[in-house]
């Protein structure tokens, strides 16, 4: 039954990737629900800093009920935890990396009440061969047991990079191959996507079920980014020819926003009104 049903879920998918908008039936449209709209935090990282609570405050009042994390700004992860609550917001995801104590970050992910986990970036220059992103593949892996065993979920987040064969292999293709459905899920960055020259939705459909969260991130005209909404990049032609296997969240992130909570807001705005 499961393989019959993933192997429909493949054939719409492609129907939808060939056909462009054709992802749904005529006259009808859907919306991201509201519980699925989340903000990476990096995204306010300036406001943080000068001030978490107020920040948070507004986040709440905008609407957002869930975020994700980059750091905790000089506080414990009970204290953060502690901001997050009295503005009944919760943590779903978080960035963190694999390189310290993985233990020590299972433990703040919990305290955090992360549900998943994702490592960030794997950096240009320590990657230079096939051999390189073979060894990361098998880190993530075992990283991905360890917080699978905790009750946590474990992804990685694209750049644009991985999209640049080496030798003929994108190292993209090699994290997916190199690490288990069951302790690598992927959080595919939209931007970087479309910057590495790569479809999102063939790369959705190249390894169904395995893309369960978007940054959607806007591009502006010269390539730079943009306000969600304000850009060039079709969501909703995105979001229509994937809606077969829906992902779990979508998160909003702008890396150099001229005014963050403007940002915040046009990002919850656009999507809990975009019809696709």
């Not at 499961?2 to 054709?22: D, P, Y």
């Not at 990096?42 to 709440?60: G, I, K, P, Q, V």
């Not at 047991?145 to 994108?170: L, M, P, Q, S, T």
């Amino acid at each position: 039954m499961l393989r019959g049903a993933a192997t429909a879920a493949v054939a719409a998918g492609a129907i939808a990737a060939s056909a462009g908008t054709a992802g749904a039936a005529p006259g009808r449209c859907w919306r991201v629900p509201k519980k699925k709209i989340s903000i990476q935090l990096y995204t306010l990282r300036n406001l943080f800093e000068a001030d978490l609570e107020t920040t948070m405050s507004a986040l709440a009042d905008i609407g957002f009920r869930q975020v994700e994390t980059a750091g905790t700004y000089g506080r414990t992860p009970a204290e953060f935890r502690a901001v997050l609550d009295a503005n009944h917001i919760r943590a779903t995801s978080a960035h963190n990396g694999i390189d310290g104590d993985l233990n020590e970050a299972i433990a703040t992910a919990k305290a955090l009440g992360n549900n998943r986990v994702n490592v960030a970036y794997a950096a240009y220059a320590a990657y230079e061969t096939i051999d390189e992103w073979t060894e990361f593949a098998g880190r993530l892996e075992a990283a991905g047991k360890a917080y699978r065993k905790a009750g946590i979920e474990f992804g990685y987040h694209n750049h644009a990079h991985e999209f640049a064969a080496i030798d003929g292999v994108r190292p993209y293709d090699v994290l997916t191959r190199g690490t288990s459905r069951r302790n690598v899920q992927f959080e595919a960055d939209l931007y970087w996507v479309i910057t590495g020259e790569v479809d999102p939705v063939q790369l959705f459909w190249s390894v169904p079920g395995r893309i369960t969260q978007y940054h959607v991130k806007d591009m502006a005209e010269d390539g730079g980014f943009a306000d969600l909404g304000e850009g060039v990049i079709d969501f909703a032609r995105i979001f229509r020819a994937n809606h077969a296997l829906e992902v779990k969240e979508y998160i909003i992130e702008n890396d150099e926003p001229v005014d963050a909570l403007k940002c915040a807001k046009t990002g919850y705005d656009y999507l809990a009104s975009l019809e696709f």
